[in-house]
């Protein structure tokens, strides 16, 4: 029978061999891909123990979890289509008709969106809180609440909040608190570790890292994590084996690329807040941000993500038409530096007077800081400022 149990010490090592099969599938040191829909039956006792893709227990499936698992200190995590795919699942697992949840004001724009667009047709209602503020918390509390939703860095504002209370308040009142780590990954911040129920994951980003793939991870207790898995056997966002296999690989050099985005995200955010061309700049590592207190109190790093404002959208756009080594598109997390106008990407969703309202403004930009040369990528951003 092949288990899937090794952990090791640090996580550096963990991101490599965690949830190896044991024994190595006919030897092979790389996981495989299992691009089979269905497997033998063998007498099963329970549906969920049929060995079939839809249920996200495929070999492909099986290795990673387990090690998505132990980066995350979980005890169970599930793989899935896409990051929307874990968000939802974890949402509506839990919450139904009638309940409500309490949410980060400044959330990514697809998840906004299923609060404002999807969330009422199955009668859950919620109302946003300011994470910095815990004294706040308890007057938007209603009978109904049933779950507090928050992002360890939000996007696209990177702010940060007073997460450790954030848990302990949902956890003094029976409420399941998630939290969407993306931004942080597990190398810099571990939200279970502080008392978070559920942590979900745009695997697309960070955790594969190369700008391959769509999928996402769910972590946390083997009960939760069964009951959010139950419900997707019927969503249907289990993730295809291939996309496991590019998502396991990416996982490995995790460790040392955030090594890599932590100080070209740090060295990035400190050269922009001094440009005379820049008028503010959203990072957690710099020490007048308002969430650097957090996050120097619970991160190990702050990532390679960041958003300045320019001023006016006819800057923006001289900006990013003047940018040479950046690449202009959605997502992040890859390799490449990325720059992106969130009102016109990720916001896109939401109305100019919602953005406005949160900060998102025309000349704000995003910038997914990759893995180039330093000082070039600094000379490249100062010339385009310079434009």
């Known amino acids: 029978m092949t288990e899937y149990n090794e952990r090791f010490k640090t996580l550096a090592t963990n991101v490599i061999h965690a949830g190896t099969p044991s024994p190595r599938i006919n030897g092979a040191v790389v996981s495989p891909v299992f691009q089979s829909a269905n497997y033998l ?136 608190s998630v939290i969407d780590n993306t931004f942080a990954t597990p190398v810099n911040f571990r939200p279970l570790e502080v008392g978070f129920d559920i942590v979900v994951h745009s695997a697309t980003k960070y955790l594969n890292g190369h700008s391959d793939i769509v999928a996402g991870a769910v972590m946390g207790s083997a009960e939760k994590v069964e009951t959010i898995r139950q419900l997707m056997l019927h969503t249907g966002g289990s993730a295809d084996p291939h996309a496991c296999f590019l998502f396991e690989r990416g996982l490995k050099t995790l460790a040392v690329r955030m090594e890599r985005h932590n100080r070209n995200g740090s060295a990035m955010a400190e ?47 001289r900006f990013l038409e003047s940018v040479r080594i950046p690449v202009h598109a959605a997502s992040l997390g890859g390799p490449e530096t990325l720059v992106v106008r969130p009102a016109k990407s990720s916001h896109l969703g939401q109305t100019r007077e919602d953005r406005e309202r949160l900060g998102i403004t025309d000349d704000l930009i995003r910038v997914s800081v990759g893995l180039e040369d330093l000082d070039e990528l600094l000379e490249d951003f100062d010339r385009a400022l310079s434009a």
């Open 41 to 176: 039956m063998a007498d099963e006792a329970a549906y969920d123990e049929v060995r079939y893709l839809r249920l996200s227990n495929s070999p492909s499936h099986l290795s990673l979890q387990a090690r998505l698992a132990v980066i995350e200190s979980a005890e169970q995590a599930l793989v899935t289509a896409s990051g929307m795919a874990a968000i939802s699942n974890s949402i509506l697992a839990f919450v139904g008709k009638g309940e409500h949840v309490l949410t980060q004001k400044t959330l990514y724009g697809g998840t906004q969106s299923l609060f404002d667009h999807d969330a009422p047709r199955f009668g859950i209602s919620y109302d946003p809180i300011e994470v910095g503020a815990p004294e706040t918390w308890a007057a938007a509390l209603r009978p109904e609440t049933g779950m507090v939703y928050v992002e360890s860095i939000t996007n696209p504002l990177m702010e940060v909040g007073d997460l450790r209370a954030i848990a302990a308040f949902a956890r003094e009142r029976d409420l399941i």
């Open 271 to 317: 050269f922009l807040s001094a440009h005379p061309a820049v008028k503010k700049v959203n990072y957690p590592g710099l020490a007048s941000d308002p969430g650097h207190r957090w996050a120097r109190e619970l991160f190990g790093g702050t990532s390679g993500m960041l958003s300045f404002y320019l001023g006016s959208d006819a800057a923006a756009e």
